[in-house]
Structures are given as C-alpha cells and as structure tokens.
C-alpha cells in the first residue's frame, strides 16, 4: 500500500512540473534562449511549448532615461527597461525572455547588467548571456495589456552598439502548454555615446528660461543650439512629471512657450536632454 501512494505521489509530482514549469520561465527550467539573440529562435520549443508567433500580439521595448525615452546609452549609466505587448484576444497572462547583447549574428555577446528584479521576474544565464524572464504567469490589470519593467545598467565603454531582444508570450493562464497562445518577438538597438559627444552639446548653447519667476507663460530659449532631436521636460520637487514634449532644432535659435497657469506655487525642474547629454533648471512659479 505504502509503495502505491509513493508511486502515485511520484507521478503526480511529475504530472504538476509538466504544467507548471514553463511558466517559471524557459530559460530557468528548460535551459532555452527564445529572444532571437545568439542565432536563437524566437519561438518556444522542446518542452512546455506554446503556440507559435502571431500578429495578434504585439511587443515593443523602450528605453528609458528619467521617463525620456532614448535611442543610445552612455556607458555605465542606469536606464529603465519597459516592456509593452498586447494581444487582440484579450488573453488573461503572459510571460517574456529578454536579453541585451552587442555583437552580431552567433558571436554576440552579454551586453550590461540588471538591477533587483521586481516580484515575478527572474533571471538565468544561457552560452553566457542573461535571460530576464517571468517568475510565474504574469497577469496584468487589464486582459490583453502587458506592461513590465526593470533597470538595466549600460556596459563600459567601447562595447558599441547593444541590441535589446524580447519575445512575449501572450497566453490563456489555464496552466497547460496550450496551442492557443500566442507569442510576439521584436528587437531594438541603442548607440554608444562617447564622452566627446555627451559633453559637447550643451558646450557653445545659451539657454535661458524666463520670466523667473513665472506667472502664466514660461519661454525657453536655446541660442546656438547644435541641431537635432531634443527632449523637453517639467518636474515638480515630488518627481512628478508635468510635461513632456519631443522637439526638432533646425537652427541655431530656438523658443518654446509653456502654460504654466495651472502650475501651483511653488520651486519646479525644467529638463532638457539631447544625445544622452541632460541639462536642469529651476524655475520658480
């Protein structure tokens, strides 16, 4: 008697871990790379398999800077990795691998490191590259809306460019490897930004906020501006952010006007970024 309950246990363990293991993560628990980097597919296979890859869902990733998104990285600094999906099916969980790497084709590399992961994400190293990955199915607030994120630390210089891969997987949460979920993959790439380049774009710039303090319009004024992309922000001391507008130098002068009426009294942050490169003001309302 005793060895059929031993024997039933056994197979009900083995049963449980069939169900439930890929959704500790393919990487942890199968030893599987699915983001597309290293020459890797960018589908689950072998065990706990879902469906395949579908335009129904969707997956992009952003890189973050102060909550301004950017497109290269200066080495050693601290970003925010957000990862965005959505599924047209309304699927209730979901589930992701990421991984950053330079280099290319099969001779790419771990690019970076990562913070403290949050709750329900977990990392695992594969041919030396770093997997992020879910913990367990991750269900978010709204079905069919995925959203997650982490912190991401750039390598040292002279690695060049980093290309971000992330698959996601878009699933129905009933704890079976079900050909009706679905996955979604995407990459993006990021620049390295040298020091000469950082420290030269706010050099030869006269940046002026005023009236300060501010009543109702607050101008800002960029002369001998090097031309390009430029981020323009407003905090409040709490972090807050009231405003965020992308904006295009084409000369060297340049003015933009904010409503500051519903502001409240009070010491604000004014941020203006370009190329990695941030500057700060204060201004007073």
Same mark, same amino acid.
């Given at each position: 008697?005793?060895?059929?309950?031993?024997?039933?246990?056994?197979?009900?363990?083995?049963?449980?871990?069939?169900?439930?293991?890929?959704?500790? *993560?393919?990487?942890?628990?199968?030893?599987?790379?699915?983001?597309?980097?290293?020459?890797?597919?960018?589908?689950?296979?072998?065990?706990?398999?879902?469906?395949?890859?579908?335009?129904?869902?969707?997956?992009?990733?952003?890189?973050?800077?102060?909550?301004?998104?950017?497109?290269?990285?200066?080495? *050693?600094?601290?970003?925010?990795?957000?990862?965005?999906?959505?599924?047209?099916?309304?699927?209730?969980?979901?589930?992701?691998?990421?991984?950053?790497?330079?280099?290319?084709?099969?001779?790419?590399?771990?690019?970076?490191?990562?913070?403290?992961?949050?709750?329900?994400?977990?990392?695992?190293?594969?041919?030396?590259?770093?997997?992020?990955?879910?913990?367990?199915?991750?269900?978010?607030?709204?079905?069919?809306?995925?959203?997650?994120?982490?912190?991401?630390?750039?390598?040292?210089? *002279?690695?060049?460019?980093?290309?971000?891969?992330?698959?996601?997987?878009?699933?129905?949460?009933?704890?079976?490897?079900?050909?009706?979920?679905?996955?979604?993959?995407?990459?993006?790439?990021?620049?390295?930004?040298?020091?000469?380049?950082?420290?030269?774009?706010?050099?030869?710039?006269?940046?002026?906020?005023?009236?300060?303090?501010?009543?109702?319009?607050?101008?800002?004024?960029?002369?001998?501006?090097?031309?390009?992309?430029?981020?323009?922000?407003?905090?409040?001391?709490?972090?807050?952010?009231?405003?965020?507008?992308?904006?295009?130098?084409?000369?060297?002068?340049?003015?933009?006007?904010?409503?500051?009426?519903?502001?409240?009294?009070?010491?604000?942050?004014?941020?203006?970024?370009?190329?990695?490169?941030?500057?700060?003001?204060?201004?007073?309302?």
């Amino acid at each position: 008697m005793k060895k059929r309950v031993l024997l039933f246990s056994v197979v009900m363990l083995l049963g449980y871990i069939s169900l439930s293991s890929y959704q500790s *993560g393919l990487a942890l628990i199968y030893g599987q790379n699915a983001t597309g980097a290293n020459g890797t597919a960018t589908s689950c296979g072998g065990g706990g398999c879902h469906g395949g890859n579908s335009a129904n869902t969707t997956v992009t990733i952003t890189v973050d800077s102060g909550t301004i998104a950017v497109n290269h990285y200066k080495p *050693g600094k601290t970003y925010t990795i957000r990862i965005h999906g959505t599924n047209s099916s309304n699927l209730a969980a979901f589930g992701f691998q990421f991984s950053s790497v330079s280099g290319t084709g099969t001779s790419q590399v771990n690019a970076g490191s990562y913070g403290t992961l949050p709750t329900g994400i977990h990392s695992a190293t594969i041919s030396g590259i770093k997997i992020v990955e879910q913990s367990y199915a991750l269900r978010p607030a709204i079905a069919g809306v995925y959203d997650t994120s982490f912190s991401w630390t750039a390598p040292a210089a *002279g690695t060049g460019t980093v290309t971000m891969y992330c698959t996601l997987n878009s699933v129905n949460g009933n704890g079976t490897n079900d050909p009706a979920d679905v996955s979604h993959n995407t990459n993006t790439q990021l620049t390295e930004l040298s020091s000469v380049t950082v420290n030269n774009v706010f050099d030869n710039m006269s940046l002026n906020l005023y009236p300060n303090p501010v009543v109702n319009t607050l101008h800002v004024q960029m002369a001998q501006a090097t031309e390009g992309n430029y981020s323009i922000a407003v905090f409040d001391l709490n972090g807050k952010m009231l405003l965020h507008e992308e904006t295009v130098v084409n000369n060297n002068n340049y003015e933009m006007s904010i409503n500051t009426s519903n502001w409240n009294s009070g010491l604000y942050l004014v941020q203006i970024a370009k190329d990695g490169a941030v500057k700060t003001m204060k201004v007073i309302k």
